[in-house]
């Protein structure tokens, strides 16, 4: 399935089969339940935080592909601050 994603994801076609929304409520989940039996993730917390920026940038609708998006707003926002 994710094989199939590809060249809708060159084409910066999105649409949600599963959400960036969802998606980062299930890493919430998972860091949650990690924490509480003192298990460090920091590879799944860092991809919540991002999760959550993306959210907070408006991409929490589309499909968990849509991440592509964010990373490629966010790259162009970085660097024309630099």
């Known amino acids: 399935m994710s094989e199939n994603k590809a060249f809708k994801m060159i084409k910066d076609e999105f649409k949600p ?7 980062k409520k299930d890493l919430n989940t998972i860091n949650e ?32 592909t849509g991440i592509l998006a964010y990373l490629k707003q966010a790259t162009k926002a970085e660097n024309l601050q630099n």
């Open 17 to 23: 089969t599963f959400t960036l929304n969802n998606l």
């Open 33 to 64: 339940t990690a924490k509480s039996f003192g298990v460090k993730l920091p590879m799944s917390s860092r991809a919540e935080e991002i999760y959550k920026k993306a959210i907070e940038n408006g991409f929490g609708d589309l499909d968990y």
